[in-house]
């Protein structure tokens, strides 16, 4: 399975803003669950905000009302805007495109660093 790639993270300050995108896996199926999750280290990987193929959205406590998942299906892509950033939002951000068993397929992961 080819791995979906990520872009958008980088460095920014607290209370900043970043957009993630993440180039979906073209799987012939509409029928999909797109997430993205995050990793800091020391700490076990979390699910941040889900979007299904009927518009649904849900999000980590965490991150609701700070962060918008989103899809644009005509470009195949998801994004991920992120809000008034702080520390505890630092990780690597993972974006996958679930499709079913054997259509589920994952990013490496984009660094996401909050620091003043």
């Known amino acids: 399975q080819v791995p979906l790639v990520e872009s958008g993270g980088g460095l920014v300050r607290p209370g900043g803003s970043l957009r993630l995108s993440c180039a979906a896996s073209?799987?012939?199926?509409?029928?999909?669950?797109m997430s993205w999750y995050r990793q800091a280290p020391g700490k076990e990987r979390e699910l941040v905000a889900t979007?299904?193929?009927?518009?649904?959205?849900k999000y980590a406590d965490s991150v609701r009302g700070r962060f918008g998942i989103s899809v644009d299906n005509a470009e195949n892509r998801m994004f991920l805007q992120m809000n008034n950033l702080n520390t505890n939002d630092a990780a690597v951000y993972y974006c996958?495109?679930?499709?079913?068993?054997?259509?589920?397929?994952w990013g490496q992961g984009t660094q996401v660093t909050v620091s003043s």
């Open positions: 996958r495109d679930y499709r079913g068993e054997k259509n589920d397929y």
């Open positions: 073209g799987s012939a199926s509409s029928v999909y669950v």
């Open positions: 979007i299904t193929s009927g518009g649904t959205t």
